[in-house]
């Protein structure tokens, strides 16, 4: 299989894929001992080869994705006779903050920086599964750590967590040995897949 | 008026004390504790006279604050001034500017939500739309911008026009209808244009009450062009 003939392939699984699709799942389908890093020069040529066209291919949630450009989204709404607006409360947005930004972080955790209660929204946006569960944190009532989704990274369109706007300032200001802390977070989880 | 809105706010404590920070124009880090107390508890009346539903964090914080401003009150060993004694606000400082960070990334990932409502695929649209049954309210306008126009609007009506023999006459669930008339036809109401021909705080205080409970059934969302700007009440579609 040459390299042209493969590209073809992932061109070909964008256009199909519902999801973003990542590095890992064309490897699979392709099933030849292909290293990651060319899938990964082919997604980039793609994305090049795609700059003069209407539709774009861009990196979403660690992922790749076939999508439209927002310079035509007035002629899709009035296609698909949609209102797109913002669709996430406030208090859903500055929760979702707190535990993109902190992660994993309990519901009390959450709870003391806001001062509000918020079970309901973090129902609501488990549902929307923008939010998941990630363990137990191993503390008096075991309470469970909340932290984002891959559905997260792509309903904000970004390609991964270090995405996030200011993560780096923020990281700096709030754990100053922040390598060591997210250590002891990690050592914190366990039944990862209890959900 | 045996009528309890259950609205569920979200926004706590910490949102009415920057709310009254900005109001005031305030320093955040110098914040003149008194006056500060006065007006969070003059909210909090205002919200119990509502018949509002306060979440005991509004009074926790209410604790806080008189605590917070009795131990100013103490006189200061003089000597030490400068160096020693901590400042009593200094944790509730840190409180406010952590939680008014995450505010500002909050916005910004509004933003990005934003944008990202202008870019689609052949599927998986994550549908946040259709999975939209929960309770959220999405207010431009916060509460507290609600409860500071209600209370400019009560201060111009003078006390004596105000007749109880109105008081079993008007219902909220009347003046639901009402608004929901008035927004017929029309891109969005003025919150002020709505309560224009009030003469009586009865009235005003009902409809303003349906006002909370049309947002609360998702009817009507309230937004607002700039920080304590006049307020829009739009039909919600």
Redesign the interface.
Known sequence: MDTREMKGIIETLL??????LTIERVVEVINKAVGRDVIRSLFNELIMEYRGCALQIREVAEGY??????EY?EW?KDFLKI????????????T???I??KQPITRMEVED??????S??L??LL????IRIMGRKKVLGRPMMYGTTR?FL?????KELSDL??REE?LS?YDKGSAKKEEEKEAELFDNNSH | MDYKVKLEIFEGPLDLLLHLIKKNELDIYNIPIALITEQYIEYLDLMKALNLDIAGEFLVMASTLTLIKSKMLLPSPEVEEEEEGEDPRAELVERLLEYKRFKELALELKEKELAEREIFTKGGVLDVDSARKDQDIWIDASIFDLLNALKGLLETLSEDETKEIFIDEITVSEKINFIMERLEGEDFLSFESLFSHFRNKIEVIVTFLALLELMKLRMVTVQQISPFGTIRIYQAV
């Open positions: 256009f199909v894929s519902e999801k973003p994705q076939l999508c439209t450009r927002s989204s899709i209102e797109r607006r913002s669709k996430l409360s406030r208090a859903s947005l500055e979702l903050a707190i993109a930004y920086i806001r001062k509000v209660e918020i309901g929204i129902k609501g549902e929307k599964r923008l559905e792509e309903y904000f369109g970004l706007p200011q923020f200001m």
